[in-house]
T-cell receptor, first 114, second 114 residues
Framework: DTAVSQTPKYLVTQMGNDKSIKCEQNLGHDTMYWYKQDSKKFLKIMFSYNNKELIINETVPNRFSPKSPDKAHLNLHINSLELGDSAVYFC?????????????FGQGTRLTVV | GNSVTQMEGPVTLSEEAFLTINCTYTATGYPSLFWYVQYPGEGLQLLLKATKADDKGSNKGFEATYRKETTSFHLEKGSVQVSDSAVYFCALTDSVSGNTPLVFGKGTRLSVIA
């Protein structure tokens, strides 16, 4: 069983479109995250949710809207896609928010905006 | 703020060579330190971690020691294999600042040749 699964794995779309990426974790964790990995492999936190509530939003354009219908899911919706949004997006989860807690990552969604 | 600096890659080694990837950090509180590995086309996997000063994390022949005096967490392996080829990320979380999402270094690509 995959611990953190995200779909789709690949997403190619045109500028201006709206798209969603879904994430589900079956680990019973209460904290979930979205990270963006750019073409140089740099990873940066976008959002963090704890028990379905947004706790961190790191200066992400408001075209990006996360939604957490329950603790096991954190979806990412992106409006009006731009070329600069092309990247690999990783979902992750962890148990609680403690600093010693490791995060488990999904396999990533490679978004290409053309 | 919190940050992680790791050596620039790529690093190319012959099989059975000794590996060191340097990592230093800046944190406002008492961070936990992590090494994650990303194999080609995959998500990130936790390689090892250390949660307090002088702790040594180890896994799959890799090890790193949490050095508070030098704010470092260098990754080492005595004899690398071709299968170790991947991108390695040093990361931290910091409980005092409440910033529990991982803060990553820029990653170091390792290529091991037979």
């Amino acid at each position: 069983d995959t611990a953190v699964s995200q779909t789709p794995k690949y997403l190619v779309t045109q500028m201006g479109n709206d798209k969603s990426i879904k994430c589900e974790q079956n680990l019973g964790h209460d904290t979930m995250y979205w990270y963006k990995q750019d073409s140089k492999k740099f990873l940066k936190i976008m959002f963090s949710y704890n028990n379905k509530e947004l706790i961190i939003n790191e200066t992400v354009p408001n075209r990006f809207s996360p939604k957490s219908p329950d603790k096991a899911h954190l979806n990412l919706h992106i409006n009006s896609l731009e070329l600069g949004d092309s990247a690999v997006y990783f979902c992750a989860s962890s148990k609680g928010g403690g600093s010693s807690t490791e995060a488990f990552f999904g396999q990533g969604t490679r978004l290409t905006v053309v | 703020g919190n940050s992680v600096t790791q050596m620039e890659g790529p690093v190319t080694l012959s099989e059975e060579a000794f590996l060191t990837i340097n990592c230093t950090y800046t944190a406002t509180g008492y961070p936990s330190l992590f090494w994650y590995v990303q194999y080609p086309g995959e998500g990130l996997q936790l390689l090892l971690k250390a949660t307090k000063a002088d702790d040594k994390g180890s896994n799959k022949g890799f090890e790193a020691t949490y050095r508070k005096e030098t704010t470092s967490f260098h990754l080492e392996k005595g004899s690398v294999q071709v299968s170790d080829s991947a991108v390695y990320f040093c990361a931290l979380t910091d409980s005092v600042s409440g910033n529990t999402p991982l803060v990553f270094g820029k990653g170091t690509r390792l290529s091991v040749i037979a």
